[in-house]
């Protein structure tokens, strides 16, 4: 599996067409894919973003780590993906 750091990398990619495609190969809830969205891609806090969702904090914590399990899990496995980290 992915580091938490190395699924940020990704996350960090500045080309948004690979990294919407990088999110398609991963079966997110709805609820983690926003999560995500807000946090590490459009930079709110998580605490804007539980304010904006009107959810808990800790709720987006919760989100947050389950969707970079999952994105660890199955990027670990894609060959676009280690491009993206090596590149």
Same mark, same amino acid.
């Given at each position: &599996?992915?580091?938490?750091? $190395?699924?940020? /990398?990704?996350?960090?990619?500045?080309?948004?067409?690979?990294?919407?495609?990088?999110?398609?190969?991963?079966?997110?809830? @709805?609820?983690?894919?926003?999560?995500?969205?807000?946090?590490?891609?459009?930079?709110? +806090?998580? @605490? $804007? +973003?539980?304010?904006?969702?009107?959810? *808990? /904090?800790? *709720?987006? +914590?919760?989100? /947050?780590?389950?969707?970079?399990?999952? &994105?660890?899990?199955?990027? @670990?496995?894609?060959?676009?993906?280690? +491009?993206i980290l090596?590149?």
């Amino acid at each position: &599996m992915l580091s938490r750091s $190395q699924v940020k /990398r990704v996350l960090d990619c500045p080309s948004k067409p690979l990294l919407i495609l990088a999110l398609e190969l991963v079966n997110l809830k @709805e609820k983690e894919r926003v999560a995500i969205e807000y946090v590490d891609i459009k930079g709110y +806090t998580e @605490e $804007q +973003t539980a304010e904006i969702l009107n959810i *808990s /904090r800790s *709720s987006i +914590t919760k989100y /947050r780590k389950n969707a970079y399990n999952k &994105m660890g899990k199955v990027w @670990e496995k894609e060959k676009s993906i280690k +491009t993206i980290l090596e590149g």
